[in-house]
């Protein structure tokens, strides 16, 4: 079965690369997920330096980035990230939590969910995924105030996060506003 590529926006410490992926027909979790696969092929890449995001670095035809130094890939809508997995078995359902993460020299806001309440060490060390679905996303480079972005849908790389907190309810945005 062919898939149609997805357009995405990927970060890593020190780039930004736009271009298309081909997950696949499992959606881009399990793809991002596969643990046979230490690397991403993107077609059409075009790249830019974090430090001068106006400035197009080269276009590549294909461009492989190694899964391990992805800090975050953005995608346009939550869709495109596929299944997320079962996460637990029960009668259990998804609860969202909105979350602060703090990674690879960026900070990400926005809701994540979980089977049950938020637990930090099953999402951080239990499992083998690498890559966690964010929703309703923001994204800021630290030391790049120039580099935000907001998406429907992202995934993060657990493997560099440095701490997550549960936001408080007076930072949560208005879930109203944000569909409108």
Do not use: C
């Not at 790389?157 to 944000?178: F, Q, S, T």
């Amino acid at each position: 079965m062919a898939s149609k590529p997805i357009s995405v926006e990927v970060y890593t410490t020190s780039h930004k690369i736009l271009g298309r992926i081909h997950p696949g027909g499992h959606g881009l979790y399990s793809f991002l997920n596969m643990p046979t696969v230490s690397y991403v092929e993107m077609e059409g890449a075009i790249l830019s330096r974090l430090h001068q995001p106006n400035r197009l670095v080269a276009r590549y035809s294909s461009l492989w980035l190694v899964k391990r130094e992805i800090v975050a890939l953005l995608v346009s809508a939550k869709s495109e990230i596929g299944p997320t997995g079962v996460y637990g078995t029960g009668y259990l359902g998804r609860a969202p939590s909105w979350v602060h993460v703090i990674l690879g020299g960026y900070e990400l806001r926005g809701k994540i969910e979980t089977p049950g309440k938020f637990d930090f060490g099953s999402l951080m060390f239990e499992g083998d995924i690498i890559f966690i679905a964010l929703y309703d996303a923001e994204l800021t480079a630290v030391f790049f105030p120039k580099i935000e972005a907001e998406t429907p849908a992202l995934m993060f790389n657990r493997r560099m996060v440095d701490a997550i907190g549960l936001m408080p309810r007076r930072e949560i945005p208005d879930e109203g506003a944000k569909e409108e």
